[in-house]
């Protein structure tokens, strides 16, 4: 043993309490187990002796109280330590006779290792009358008041950080924490989540001061213990000099030596070219694995450390394939009956040929069933990643780790020294070897950097100074800090400023200081903190005396104690305070996803491909926003993950989903700091401190799709009822049963046709559904502007069990907020949920709107609108449509999260129609929108386009949603050019086209019957070549499509019915025309693959023949098929004349191209068709990738 000591710290020379009789003596240098009383003596039953390093320090944990820091090996029996620290306690209680309360606190770094030691400790300790708890981020408890009445709490210190914010509540709690255990404390050498371990420690000796000088109830037992446990490090003198006071701490650094287990160290050097990534050399290294395996396991079980998720099932999959493992018929038999419970199937059928994985992408049941098999070694072979390596025990004869890179956000690292040291300290089973084995794997040039680190150490270090701010804003909204003084006063509490002390130039202080020239640069560093933390309004500085720092006041203003309540990071903060009021949803939600709390997440490699699926893709439903360019960051992931939750999309990698929910808990958090960040800020946000009505509005919804895992307006509502998952809400979708009321007009026999469930579940269901509350809100105005709001609930038939939550939001049309409560609970007594009444600030506002948002449930929301100001808001009127009128030629308004390309067009007129957009559907259609004729559009480059969305009862299971959401027609420079791959799918033609009847001229127009069209009044009007008629478009949308050919005349034109049931929408053809028999499709757009200068070539070619349809194939509706048909993203431009034969046309002439057979790349096709001017430039709508296919092309005469 080696024990240095800081200044001021002595190492066991104190006078240790006298010991009691039942001390009875050592077996040599090892202590008995018969040494601890009989009623504790079952805490230790796994073992008759403690080993060298427990009996070592034994005498200063068992009989003294001091404050204790052990550094030894890992596997050196650490946890019994800590049981004996509370068994000491315990014996205190017991000889006083105590029977007031007390708290014991563990803090381990991560969940897995609370719950691993919370089954150990209730077991052995529940029996003694100590009541246990594990509190973790998967719990909901929020406050010391929430905290369940127990005497030992496992935590971690994230959530502990959380609960201790709030201490000087609840004083009483603190003042009974008698025993602080603190694991793993060499996490400080974490860059995330070191500093707040680092904090949590420093309040608690604040917690500590504050209860002894506040006096209070007398305490039978003796103060605050600290006992910190640390894998080896040679600073453990700096970690006793941070958690206690000057002779009150001692401290033991337990060499390798001590170890009980011996471990061979080897590190094995490979040749890397420096052309090849590290991720090839990573994969190089499964061809060497076996061949270490069958050198050093000797037989026994081995655990291969991989740097990532998709390595750890790389590496398995490669020794199950490529070699061979002997198994004994008793091994088999153990690892079926493993596998029979595995519920990932790649995993059973490895572990059945003796290798298993592990990772946290695999369920907790999985989990946890390959942790004990190991552990009982039934499996031979374990593959994991190092995050193992950190929580549970699972000690392996050898120990490999395979790469000592791992992968970051920024790029490949090595693995910080501390995670090399736990990983080989995994090597050596206690219970069955004498000696363990540890492999490193790495680059032949990093060899003697790991011989060297393997014989040594490496200090543990702060890194509270990158995280300063956010720590010095909790203390001052706790009053722990109050000025310059005091914040001084915290900072010599900290870690850092040991360290800083010790190794200045590690912290960026100049070399050769002294200890009040360090101060002094602290003392800067901490000014410059403060200085920022004031610029953001989140603090208040008041100086005693003019221009004196030191006697400068500081105090936490609203937003600061919002920071600190939710534990935002500084730089969210930051980007909080750039909200200007009117933003919508998606920028809301984009905000969100930039903020700091997910930067702990890494967007992996092997996680993009599904991510880019999720994105954007042609076979398959995708996200509401699409993301520009390919999925490359951690904002992106969080935007394209928690979409996919809210879009009911499923994310097929299990790992993502496990981050997929980290990260809506983490989202939820965010969101209701926002909402209040928000509400607190009115007339003190954005550029000119206006109103933030709509940024409000947008948050609320926002929390109620991270609450119910829904998009507000989603069509997958039955998703939130008792037996309805995600594949019964889809089916539900499908079948148009997109909300409560729809699914209450449903005969229960048909939700159990189409669920295939059996009797009485639909009638459960419909049950269940009716009793779910229907609100209404009402806006009065009443004398002198007052304005009354109520809201009803009028269900009579509402159960006030299902503790359903409202948010009550009224705006006017300025953009102020008149009126918000969020959370309202059920008012039990009649239905009339809520009512309020003010007075407006100004009456001069066009309208006000009142919003009811259900906190915990989508689809029970409701809104309404009151004219306020007549006359303002007729001069509102006129000015919105003033201003739709002189802007139908200006781009649409794209975000920056969908940075717009504007295309360079040849020939770019104005458009053809326009149809004025409203936030939920068509507000108004143009009295007149005409369709020009064929010859006054030669020069067009784009012919109309209309977008459908208006809340339609569509294929869902097919459509991105979100390009459903508006009716647009415009011409091309209007349209995102980088909209979803979704927006562009095809129409099968499969018949043949008579060329003599071919149209004259075509244009295609659709609407949706669910749009509001209020009156028959908004009419079309259709030209041709030869004549104009004028249609009505309701009564075009009572018209069947099963009408012959003899019910066409010009009164009353045939058209096509685009839609199966039960949607139903209609397209026109002029008189005369007759076309191909169509599939039911869907009419979409705008094309995402439309070459904009090739429309010209169309026109003139093929001026009697030209239209264009968009849609989908009907007719195949496997995916299979359609795959095997590269039917998978086609804009048919409708060309039915002699064309050349290209690639993928079918046999004949008068047919259309690509629009079936076997097309390697229907992209090469669309060159070849689009492109005749023989260049290249059309191709920059497609991907960069992909070649222009040249082969079967040929100039057109164009004349």
């Not at 004349?1137 to 079918?1146: K, W």
Request: glycine content about 6%; overall charge neutral; charged content about 25%.
């Amino acid at each position: 043993m080696t024990t240095e000591q800081p200044s001021g710290i002595s190492s066991r020379n104190w006078t240790s309490h006298p010991r009691p009789e039942r001390y009875v003596g050592r077996q040599g240098d090892l202590r008995s187990v018969d040494e601890i009383a009989p009623v504790f003596r079952h805490v230790f039953h796994e073992f008759q002796q403690f080993n060298e390093i427990q009996s070592l320090v034994m005498d200063d944990m068992l009989y003294t109280d001091k404050s204790l820091v052990v550094s030894a090996p890992t596997g050196s029996g650490k946890t019994a330590i800590f049981e004996l620290a509370m068994v000491r306690l315990l014996m205190k209680l017991e000889d006083s006779r105590y029977e007031g309360d007390y708290r014991m606190i563990y803090i381990a770094p991560i969940k897995a290792l609370c719950a691993e030691k919370f089954a150990d400790w209730k077991g052995k300790f529940e029996p003694l009358g100590v009541k246990t708890a594990e509190v973790t981020g998967d719990t909901e408890m929020k406050d010391f008041w929430d905290l369940p009445d127990c005497n030992l709490i496992l935590t971690t210190p994230e959530k502990w950080n959380s609960i201790t914010r709030r201490w000087r509540q609840n004083v009483n709690f603190v003042r009974m924490i008698r025993l602080v255990m603190i694991d793993e404390v060499h996490i400080l050498n974490d860059q995330f989540r070191g500093p707040v371990l680092e904090a949590v420690v420093s309040r608690m000796r604040s917690i500590h001061r504050f209860v002894e000088g506040d006096g209070g109830e007398s305490a039978v037992v003796d103060p605050m213990r600290i006992i910190a446990l640390s894998a080896t490090a040679p600073n453990v003198a700096d970690l006793a000099a941070w958690v206690g006071e000057a002779n009150t701490t001692c401290f033991y650094n337990i060499s390798e030596s001590r170890r009980p287990i011996k471990i061979d160290k080897h590190v094995l050097g490979y040749y890397c070219d420096p052309s090849t990534s590290p991720f090839r050399f990573d994969m190089n290294l499964n061809y060497k694995l076996f061949e270490v395996i069958c050198k050093y396991s000797s037989g026994r079980p081995s655990l291969v450390f991989c740097s990532t998720r998709k390595a750890t099932e790389s590496a398995s999959k490669h020794l199950v394939e490529q070699h061979s493992l002997r198994l004994t018929p008793d091994q088999v038999s153990a690892l079926q009956i493993v596998a029979n419970q595995l519920q990932n199937g790649d995993l059973k059928r490895r572990l059945l040929a003796g290798v298993g994985y592990h990772h946290a992408g695999l369920s907790i049941a999985d989990r946890q069933l390959i942790e004990d098999a190991f552990r009982a070694g039934r499996i031979p072979v374990l593959c994991c990643t190092s995050g193992l390596a950190m929580g549970v025990n699972l000690p392996a004869h050898l120990v490999i780790i395979k790469s000592t890179q791992m992968y970051t956000d920024y790029g490949m690292e090595e693995y910080p020294e501390s995670s090399i040291f736990q990983m080989i300290g995994r090597a050596g089973r206690p219970q069955f070897d004498t000696f363990g084995v540890a492999v490193i794997m790495t680059q032949r040039e990093n060899v003697q950097k790991y011989e060297r680190l393997a014989t040594g150490s490496v200090p543990i270090e702060s890194y509270l100074h990158e995280h300063l701010a956010e720590h010095l804003n909790s203390e001052i909204v706790l009053q722990t800090i109050t000025d310059l003084a005091s914040a001084m006063d915290w900072i010599r509490s900290t870690f850092l400023y040991v360290r800083a002390l010790a190794a200045p130039a590690r912290y960026g202080l100049p070399p050769n200081l002294d200890k009040a020239q360090i101060e002094k640069k602290l003392e800067e560093l901490c000014l410059n903190e403060l200085n920022a933390l004031e610029k953001y309004s989140l603090i208040v500085k008041n100086a005693k005396d003019q221009g004196d720092d030191s006697g400068m006041m500081v105090s936490a203003t609203l937003y600061g104690r919002l920071m600190a309540q939710y534990c935002l990071n500084f730089r969210t903060v930051k980007l909080l305070r750039k909200i200007k009021g009117t933003e919508p949803l998606l920028e809301i939600f984009t905000l969100l996803t930039y903020c700091d709390e997910f930067a702990v997440f890494k967007c992996r490699n092997s996680d993009k491909r599904t991510l880019n699926e999720l994105n954007r893709s042609s076979t398959r439903s995708t996200i509401r926003f699409p993301l520009r360019g390919r999925i490359q960051s951690t904002t992106a992931m969080a935007s394209c993950l928690m979409q996919a939750v809210f879009g009911n999309l499923p994310i097929e990698d299990g790992s993502l989903q496990q981050e997929a929910t980290k990260m809506i808990n983490i989202g939820r958090r965010l969101i209701k700091c926002m909402t209040e960040f928000i509400y607190v800020g009115q007339g003190t946000i954005g550029q000119d401190g206006g109103g933030v009505y709509q940024a409000l509005l947008s948050t609320v919804v926002l929390s109620q799709c991270l609450e119910t895992k829904l998009w507000e307006n989603s069509p997958y509502i039955t998703k939130q009822l008792k037996g309805i998952g995600a594949i019964y809400a889809g089916q539900l979708a499908a079948r148009g049963k997109i909300s409560f009321q729809e699914l209450l007009d449903t005969n229960p026999r048909e939700l159990e046709v189409i669920l295939k469930k059996n009797p009485p579940f639909g009638s459960d269901l419909i049950a269940f559904v009716r009793t779910l509350p229907v609100f209404s809100i009402d806006l009065v105005l009443k004398k002198d502007y007052f304005l009354e709001v109520t809201v009803n609930q009028k269900n009579d038939c509402y159960s006030k069990k299902l503790a359903v939550k409202i948010s009550i939001l009224v705006g006017d049309s300025n953009n102020n907020v008149l009126f918000f409560k969020e959370n309202l609970d059920a008012n039990p007594g009649g239905s009339c949920w809520y009512q309020e009444s003010f007075k407006l600030s100004d009456a001069t506002v066009a309208t006000a709107t009142g919003h009811v948002i259900c906190s915990n449930w989508t689809g029970l929301d409701c809104s309404k609108s009151i004219v306020i100001n007549e006359e303002a808001a007729y001069a509102s009127s006129q000015k919105q449509r003033s201003r739709k009128a002189n802007n139908t030629n200006a781009s649409k308004k794209i975000t920056e999260f969908y940075r717009k390309d504007d295309p360079k067009l040849k020939n770019t007129t104005s458009q053809v129609a326009s149809i004025s957009v409203g936030d939920r559907g068509i507000e108004q259609l143009d009295e007149e929108v005409e369709i020009l004729p064929i010859e006054e559009t030669q020069n067009l480059s784009f012919l109309d386009t209309f977008r459908f969305t208006q809340k339609p009862k569509l294929s869902i299971d097919k459509q991105n949603e979100d390009s459903l959401q508006f009716v647009t027609a415009s011409t091309l420079k209007n349209i995102p050019q980088n909209s979803n791959d979704s927006d562009v799918t095809m129409i099968n033609l499969s018949e043949r086209i008579d060329r003599q009847k071919t149209l004259s001229t075509f244009q295609a127009v659709a609407t949706l019957d669910e749009s509001p069209l209020e009156t028959a009044s908004k009419r079309l009007k259709l030209n041709n070549s030869n004549s104009s008629q004028l249609l009505q478009a309701p009564s075009v949308l009572t018209q069947s499509s099963d009408e012959t050919e003899s019910d066409t005349s010009p009164t009353n034109p045939k058209k096509l019915n685009f839609f199966s049931q039960p949607a139903r929408c209609s397209v026109l053809n002029p008189p005369g025309s007759t076309l191909p028999k169509l599939a039911p499709c869907i009419p979409i757009g705008p094309p995402r693959y439309n070459p904009s200068n090739r429309m010209q070539y169309f026109m003139e070619m093929h001026r009697r023949d030209p239209f264009i349809l968009f849609g989908r194939p009907a007719d195949i509706p496997a995916q299979q098929e359609r795959q095997k048909n590269s039917l998978r993203r086609v804009c048919l431009f409708g060309v039915f004349s002699e064309m050349p034969r290209y690639r993928g046309e079918t046999s004949g002439s008068g047919r259309v191209a690509a629009t079936s057979g076997n097309v390697a790349n229907e992209r090469q096709v669309f060159r070849s068709m689009y492109s005749v001017d023989g260049d290249n430039n059309g191709g920059r709508f497609y991907r960069k990738n992909y070649h222009h296919a040249r082969q079967g092309r040929r100039e057109l005469d164009l004349g």
